[in-house]
């Protein structure tokens, strides 16, 4: 069965820095695009950064020029690195990814999230 394991959210002050992890578990065929999307309390599920396994990349504009999306491709891991964090950055963050799990079949996966926090 296929995971999505997160870690590396925690309480940061504002301008400060935070690193995001998520690896994925489990027998796959290929990894099509991993991502990160954040929520915060009463609003939507919205996109932060994606990756397609060839290293393409795409941000939110509020995001753009402080979060770097990465992904090593051996290890099956997908890293966002957040600077210059901001109290409007606080919400849960999910990893997500479109995961080819036989030559014919793709499914989304989702992380159990884990909360950023922004806060002086």
């Known amino acids: 069965q296929v995971q999505l394991v997160e870690s590396g959210g925690g309480l940061v002050q504002p301008g400060g820095s935070l690193t995001l992890s998520c690896a994925t578990s489990?027998?796959?065929?290929?990894?099509?695009?991993m991502g990160w999307y954040r929520q915060a309390p009463g609003k939507q599920r919205d996109l932060v950064a994606r990756?397609?396994?060839?290293?393409?990349?795409n941000y939110a504009d509020s995001v753009k020029g402080r979060f770097t999306i990465s992904m090593d491709n051996a290890k099956r891991t997908v890293y966002l690195q957040m600077n210059n964090l901001k109290p409007e950055d606080t919400a849960v963050y999910y990893c997500?990814?479109?995961?080819?799990?036989?030559?014919?079949?793709?499914?989304?996966?989702w992380g159990q999230g884990t909360q950023v926090t922004v806060s002086s």
């Open positions: 489990g027998s796959i065929f290929s990894i099509n695009t």
């Open positions: 990756i397609t396994s060839g290293g393409s990349t």
């Open positions: 997500n990814a479109l995961i080819r799990i036989t030559p014919t079949s793709t499914n989304t996966y």
